[in-house]
């Protein structure tokens, strides 16, 4: 069984900036796919960057939020600038290993003046 522990999320102004960080138990590959969702409430869950052979964002993200990974640590980051109130919602990481998803516990972000 695999774990993604979450970690980074927290309150912040808006302009602010937050560091997310996923560190999966298993040992991970760059043909393994780690994104990171997020979703509000009432709200579907919506994909907010991806890692892997292909890195991407969504156009609400573009230019503010960077995707990096280090898997010597087996790890992904979510680097959040320029902080929006729209931004504020639950994010989770989400790793993909031959085909099989395994998501994080989620980790809140908020921001508001």
């Known amino acids: 069984q695999v774990q993604l522990v979450e970690s980074g999320g927290g309150l912040v102004q808006p302009g602010g900036s937050l560091r997310l960080s996923c560190t999966a138990s298993?040992?991970?590959?760059?043909?393994?796919?780690m994104g990171w969702y997020r979703q509000a409430p009432g709200k579907e869950r919506e994909l907010v960057a991806v890692?892997?052979?292909?890195?991407a964002y969504a156009d609400s993200v573009k230019g503010r939020f960077t995707i990096s990974r280090d898997n010597a640590k087996n790890t992904v980051y979510l680097q959040m600038n320029s902080l929006k109130v729209e931004d504020t919602a639950v994010y989770y990481c989400?790793?993909?290993?031959?085909?099989?998803?395994?998501w994080g516990q989620g980790t809140q972000v908020t921001v508001s003046s």
């Open positions: 298993i040992t991970i590959f760059s043909m393994d796919v």
């Open positions: 890692s892997g052979a292909t890195t």
């Open positions: 989400n790793l993909i290993v031959r085909a099989r998803n395994f």
